[in-house]
């Protein structure tokens, strides 16, 4: 029961923090065709609304929790 309430918080405490700060990912790639060699690095950033997600079901993790617990 306790499990629940600290998974939830830190779920949303996540889901806080990419919505407020946004988080990307790089991705490194190489690509060879012979004698040419070529390295590609690209940038994703994580939907907001993934946060908001995050967020939400997080209360829903903590309600769940404190609702057992009774």
Known sequence: MKL???TGVLLAALGA???VKGV????TG???FGPIHSTVHEAHTV??????VG???GVLVVVAGLRRKR
Do not use: A, K, Y
């Open 55 to 57: 967020i939400v079901g």
């Open 30 to 32: 190489t690509v060879n």
């Open 17 to 19: 923090f990419i919505v």
């Open 24 to 27: 990307s990912v790089l991705s």
């Open 4 to 6: 629940l309430i600290i």
């Open 47 to 52: 939907p907001r609304v993934i946060g908001w």
